[in-house]
């Protein structure tokens, strides 16, 4: 286990080296979170006046959205990596070294988690000067940070299955245009679910965007319910392990093909 963890380390290194070569990237992906959050927040704030809403301040009910929106929307196109390595023959090249098969998947979920987490935080900082205010303090902070890293791993790892399956990028972009709208907005990101109607609240608590998001605002929370939190977080945890694994096993099927 020590051997794998370093291998994968070592492979996620890799992948953060040449992310730091280019990192226009990482701005390209933290403007449209900033323009969620800014337009979003000043275009909808007197949303909060709707009975049932609780009042408060819209733009610190919408920055968990975001955070978790974003992690959803980046963390999607994970498989495009894995498409441009078997492309260039880099991924073929792994496949006669010692390095573990579960490292090399490791390393492209491992990237998108930090990267991700990263992102998170500028999030935070924005909406904080913004005027959002978070009252968990900065447990409540990291634990909306894990929950979006955890949620990222589930859609990375599926990106990457899909990747590894069909081996066609405008499989993953369909897949992605399918599923990012609807999952964020079958979710409380910018409306709570007591306001939504009955069959969309359904859908929302079998949601895992909604995990993510439930969980970290209640750990937001001036006082929170961390039963809640830790059940919501556990089966976020356990679905983000079990694509991780799913994702290694269709690499397996992958390099028996080759």
Do not use: H
């Not at 000043?42 to 919408?62: A, H």
């Not at 490791?106 to 987490?117: C, H, I, K, R």
């Not at 907005?185 to 109607?197: H, V, Y």
Request: hydrophobic share 55%; proline share 5%; net charge positive.
């Amino acid at each position: 286990m020590t051997a794998i963890a370093a291998q994968t380390w070592w492979m996620t290194q890799r992948r953060l080296t040449a992310l730091a070569r280019q990192p226009w990237f990482l701005l390209i992906m933290l403007i449209q979170p900033a323009i969620w959050l800014f337009l979003f927040g000043n275009l909808f704030r007197r949303i909060v006046e709707l009975p049932g809403f609780g009042g408060g301040s819209y733009l610190t009910y919408l920055a968990p959205g975001v955070v978790v929106m974003s992690a959803l929307s980046s963390n999607m196109w994970a498989g495009m990596g894995a498409l441009e390595e078997i492309e260039r023959g880099t991924l073929n090249r792994f496949l006669v070294t010692p390095v573990a098969r579960s490292a090399i998947m490791n390393a492209n979920v491992a990237e998108q988690a930090l990267s991700t987490a990263v992102q998170s935080l500028i999030i935070v900082g924005l909406a904080a000067l913004g005027g959002a205010s978070f009252a968990g303090g900065p447990a409540g902070i990291a634990l909306l940070v894990v929950a979006a890293v955890l949620l990222g791993t589930v859609f990375s790892a599926l990106s990457n299955t899909v990747g590894m399956l069909v081996r066609q990028r405008e499989t993953i972009i369909g897949l992605n245009t399918m599923l990012l709208l609807p999952l964020t907005f079958l979710s409380p990101a910018f409306m709570p679910a007591a306001l939504m109607p009955g069959w969309m609240r359904r859908l929302s608590d079998a949601n895992p965007v909604s995990w993510a998001l439930l969980s970290a605002r209640e750990a937001l929370a001036s006082d929170p319910d961390w039963g809640s939190v830790a059940w919501r977080g556990g089966l976020l945890a356990a679905l983000a392990a079990a694509m991780v694994a799913l994702s290694i096993r269709t690499f397996r099927t992958y390099q028996k093909s080759v």
